[in-house]
């Protein structure tokens, strides 16, 4: 089970900091990956790691993404929010150890709404 927190409503130039924290598996060993959702469009890729780290062209420069172990719980700092980061984020988790697409992904989160105003 994952469990995603963190969102909220902030403005332009902000940062957050989204948490995901897993239960009853651990990240060891397999991608962990962070998703986001407009109403009316496709699920996109946001971040991912594993042996590496994976960004989105979007978000390269601005957003990283990490992993406590001890913790089991990945996060996604945001810097410099833009209204366009405005989505429901969805934290996941493979079962491989390379994973950027979405059909990679067996265990997803509930979402945690981040809005962006301009």
């Known amino acids: 089970q994952l469990q995603a927190s963190g969102g909220g409503l902030v403005q332009a130039g902000d940062s957050l900091r989204l948490s995901c924290a897993a239960s009853g598996r651990t990240f060891n060993g397999y991608a962990a990956g962070w998703f986001r959702q407009v109403p009316g469009k496709e699920r996109e890729f946001v971040a991912a790691?594993?042996?590496?780290?994976w960004y989105a062209e979007s978000v390269k420069g601005r957003f990283t993404i990490s992993r406590d172990n001890a913790k089991n719980t990945i996060y996604l700092q945001m810097n410099n929010l833009k209204p366009e980061d405005t989505a429901n984020y969805y934290c996941?988790?493979?079962?491989?150890?390379?994973?950027?697409?979405?059909?990679?992904?067996?265990?997803w989160g509930q979402g945690t709404q981040v809005t962006v105003s301009s």
């Open positions: 996941a988790a493979a079962l491989s150890s390379y994973a950027v697409k979405e059909y990679d992904y067996k265990y």
């Open positions: 790691i594993s042996w590496g780290i």
